[in-house]
C-alpha cells in the first residue's frame, strides 16, 4: 500500500497546544514535516512562506473560525483540506463538505485514524486524473482531462480538482447508472457505508456550479435506490 513520503508538509492549524503537540510528535513519528499555526486569520499569510501538501484545520479558532477559513481558502491553496472539530453532528460535517472540506474527522482525534485519512487524501491527490487522452462534449458542455477546464456555453466553470473527477468518472460513462458504492470505490477507495455523505455533497456542490436544479435535477439525476446518472442530451440549453 503507497505511503505517504517524508517530502510531504502538513499545517496544523489548531489552537490546543497539548492537542496540537500531540499531533506534531504523532505526525513526525509517521515521516510527516509538520508546521503549527495557530490562528485563523493568520493562515493565509502562513501559506505564503510555508507550502503544505495538506492542511489539518480545526474549526474553533481565534481569529476566524475553521468554517469561514475554508471558504477562503481555495483562492490560495490548491491541495486538500481535512477539518477536525468536537463538532461530531451529520449537519455539522455535511455544512464542512460544503464549504469545501475534503474529509472531516471528530475529536478526540484518534492518532492512527488521522493518519490513515491523511495518507488517503494525500495519495488522492498524487493520483493522475482518471482521465482518457480526448475530451468530451455534451451540448454547450466541454470537458478538457488535460487542463481540467470546464466551458458551459460560454463560461467557464471553476471546480476544485476533486469536483473535476467526479464531474468526469460521471460523464465518460453518460447515460449510465452509477452506484454511489461504484463511485466511492473509484473516487475514494473505501467502501460505502450507507451513512457518509461525502459524494453526495460533492454532486450537490457539482449542480449548483453546473446550472442544475436542486429540486429537480436534470443534468446529473439521481436514480433513487441505485445512484447517480449523468444525463448527455441534458445540456444543449
Not at 501538501?53 to 473560525?65: E, Q, S
Not at 475530451?135 to 466541454?142: R, T, V, Y
Request: net charge negative; hydrophobic share 40%; glycine share 6%.
Amino acid at each position: 500500500m503507497a505511503t505517504v513520503q517524508s517530502t510531504h508538509r502538513v499545517l496544523l492549524v489548531e489552537d490546543d497546544i497539548r492537542l496540537a503537540n500531540l499531533i506534531v510528535d504523532y505526525l513526525k513519528s509517521h515521516d510527516m514535516h509538520v508546521e503549527v499555526e495557530r490562528r485563523g486569520d493568520t493562515v493565509l499569510t502562513r501559506l505564503i512562506s510555508y507550502k503544505p501538501d495538506i492542511i489539518l484545520l480545526d474549526i474553533m479558532l481565534p481569529g476566524l473560525d475553521g468554517l469561514s477559513l475554508c471558504e477562503k481558502l481555495p483562492d490560495y491553496f490548491a491541495g486538500p483540506v481535512l477539518l477536525m472539530s468536537a463538532l461530531g453532528s451529520n449537519e455539522d460535517q455535511i455544512k464542512g463538505l460544503e464549504l469545501g472540506a475534503d474529509d472531516y474527522i471528530v475529536k478526540p482525534v484518534d492518532p492512527a485514524l488521522l493518519v490513515a485519512r491523511i495518507n488517503n487524501l494525500l495519495r488522492r491527490q498524487a493520483q493522475p486524473a482518471k482521465a482518457e487522452s480526448h475530451c468530451l462534449s455534451f451540448g454547450k458542455l466541454n470537458i478538457d482531462p488535460h487542463t481540467q477546464a470546464i466551458r458551459l456555453g460560454n463560461t467557464e466553470i471553476d471546480l476544485t480538482s476533486h469536483e473535476f473527477e467526479l464531474l468526469w468518472l460521471l460523464a465518460s460513462q453518460a447515460g449510465q447508472v452509477l452506484s454511489r458504492q461504484y463511485i466511492y470505490q473509484y473516487l475514494l477507495n473505501i467502501d460505502f457505508d450507507g451513512k457518509d455523505r461525502k459524494i453526495d455533497v460533492r454532486i450537490s456542490r457539482l449542480r449548483k456550479k453546473l446550472g442544475d436544479s436542486i429540486e429537480t435535477p436534470f443534468r446529473i439525476k439521481t436514480v433513487w435506490g441505485q445512484g447517480y446518472l449523468f444525463a448527455p442530451e441534458a445540456w444543449n440549453n
